[in-house]
């Protein structure tokens, strides 16, 4: 009787440390799976990725091909195609510099920037100066 109860007693004791490990691996995979994906750094340096220098402006060209050629290659809800003198001419009758004020802020159909948002305003002036042959 006393070696059924030592028995019993030595497994139990496995079983309750087997339940015991179970329990902070599975505490584990909980912290992990909540943890934080980041942090937040306000104030001071974080060692974050160095600001890279912007690189040589587009071209009116190369803005034009990436951003502008899709509604102003076939003249989309009457957007004055690229080489189209007339047209050009009307849009650019208050100058060149109201025609960016116009690029920039979106005009008719036309989005903000042309959806070019990170075009400068030297670019997307290079590229009305390209799309009106000026």
């Known amino acids: 009787m006393k070696q059924l109860k030592a028995l019993i007693l030595a497994a139990a004791t496995l079983v309750a440390a087997q339940a015991w490990a179970a329990d902070d691996a599975q505490a584990d995979k909980i912290r992990d799976r909540i943890k934080p994906v980041g942090t937040v750094c306000v104030g001071a340096d974080c060692g974050g990725a160095a600001v890279t220098a912007a690189a040589e402006p587009r071209s009116g060209e190369q803005v034009y091909n990436t951003a502008c050629m899709a ?16 047209a050009w001419d009307d849009k650019l009758a208050k100058g060149l510099d109201a025609s960016l004020q116009n690029a920039i802020k979106g005009i008719n159909a036309m989005p903000p920037k042309g959806n070019c948002l990170n075009c400068s305003d030297d670019e997307l002036l290079a590229a009305i100066k390209f799309m009106s042959g000026r």
Do not use: N
């Open 71 to 86: 509604c102003h290659a076939v003249g989309v809800l009457d957007a004055p195609k690229k080489g189209d003198k007339a």
